[in-house]
C-alpha cells in the first residue's frame, strides 16, 4: 500500500502564504502522476493542480492558476504546493493523490492512492 501524508496546513489570513508538502513512503513515487485536491465541508471533492511525474508538465484548476505552484522532488519523495495570496474560498482539507498510470489530469478517478490531508483555514 502506498502511504501519503500531507504537512503545511493552517490558519493563515487572507493574504497570506502557505506550503503544504505531501512525502510518500513509495520507492516507486517517481513514476507516480501526482494531483492535489481539497474538500470544503459540505461540498464535494474539488480538483486543484496536477503534475506528470517527471515534473515537467502541470496543470491547475482555474480558481487557482497564477496563486498556485505545483512542484515535486522526486529524490526526497515529496510534492509540494506552494499557496500564495489566499483567499476565504481556499478554505478546506487539501488532499495529495498519486496515479500509477502517469498521466495528467483532473479526474480524481487516474488517482489509485490518497493521503489523509491537511487543514487549510483562510480568515478574512
Not at 67 to 84: E, G, H, P, V, W
Amino acid at each position: 500500500q502506498v502511504q501519503l501524508v500531507e504537512s503545511g496546513g493552517g490558519l493563515v489570513q487572507a493574504g497570506g502564504s502557505l506550503r503544504l508538502s505531501c512525502a510518500a513512503a513509495e520507492r516507486t513515487f517517481s513514476t507516480y502522476a501526482m494531483g492535489w485536491f481539497r474538500q470544503a465541508p459540505g461540498k464535494e471533492r474539488e480538483f486543484v493542480a496536477a503534475i506528470n511525474w517527471k515534473g515537467t508538465a502541470t496543470y491547475y484548476s482555474d480558481s487557482v492558476k497564477g496563486r498556485f505552484t505545483i512542484s515535486r522532488d522526486n529524490a526526497k519523495n515529496t510534492l509540494y504546493l506552494q499557496m500564495n495570496n489566499l483567499k476565504p474560498e481556499d478554505t478546506a482539507v487539501y488532499v495529495c493523490a498519486a496515479s500509477e498510470l502517469g498521466g495528467l489530469g483532473s479526474n480524481e478517478a487516474i488517482y489509485e492512492h490518497w493521503g489523509r490531508g491537511t487543514q487549510v483555514t483562510v480568515s478574512s
